[in-house]
């Protein structure tokens, strides 16, 4: 049981922290709302355990083969982040009157976990961690864990944001928060160039 709940301090540790996957849940959430957050939040949760199943069962070989695969993958993380930031702080913040804006899609969600330098890192030391052996059963048990714990991380992000939609019924509250998301996704780029 012990090793269950290690996983799950690991798996809570890693998904509830501030990075850019939350940062959008939590601004899908203000702007769309927790029901239309969703998408986002379950495909976020789902991109994650795909990649976590696929290091462990092998891909992590792959990347130690070659190097600079990974090192691809981190500077196409960054560039997408880095979009991603300049396209919340270029909004204008007008409100979506006419009904065309929509919140993140699952495959947005699931593509950000592909591109997201954090969760690369999360995948490796997990298995690290948890299945250094490589055995199956491991490796689903723990992804079990992770896509509950991971979704639900997520979700308290989306959750969260929709407590902000009072202060965001004009396009100057919007434009604030929207900068204020785009300075937070810089900040986890920059954070995770670090580490």
């Known amino acids: 049981m012990s090793l269950i709940i290690s996983m799950a301090a690991f798996a809570l540790a890693t998904s509830i922290t501030p990075g850019?996957?939350?940062?959008?849940?939590?601004?899908?959430?203000?702007?769309?709302?927790?029901?239309?957050?969703?998408?986002?939040?379950?495909?976020?949760?789902t991109g994650f355990t795909v990649l976590l199943v696929l290091i462990g069962l092998g891909l992590h070989e792959v990347l130690v083969?070659?190097?600079?695969?990974?090192?691809?993958i981190q500077w196409?993380?960054?560039?997408?982040l880095l979009y991603m930031?300049?396209?919340?702080?270029?909004?204008?913040?007008?409100?979506?009157?006419?009904?065309?804006?929509?919140?993140?899609?699952?495959?947005?969600?699931a593509v950000m976990q592909w591109l997201n330098p954090k969760a690369w890192l999360a995948c490796v030391a997990g298995m690290g961690l948890f299945v250094a052996d490589g055995d199956a059963a491991q490796v689903w048990l723990f992804a079990a864990i992770y896509l509950v714990i991971c979704y639900l991380s997520v979700a308290c992000w989306a959750y969260a944001g929709t407590f902000l939609r009072r202060y965001l019924a004009n396009p100057r509250g919007v434009r604030l928060f929207n900068r204020a998301m785009a300075a937070l996704l810089v900040a986890s780029v920059g954070y995770l160039l670090t580490t």
Do not use: E
């Open 20 to 45: 850019p996957v939350n940062v959008v849940a939590l601004s899908s959430g203000a702007r769309f709302g927790f029901a239309a957050s969703q998408k986002h939040v379950l495909g976020a949760a």
């Open 76 to 80: 196409g993380g960054v560039a997408f």
């Open 65 to 72: 083969r070659w190097p600079l695969l990974t090192q691809v």
């Open 85 to 109: 930031a300049w396209k919340l702080a270029a909004d204008d913040g007008r409100l979506d009157a006419d009904g065309r804006a929509s919140a993140p899609s699952m495959l947005y969600g």
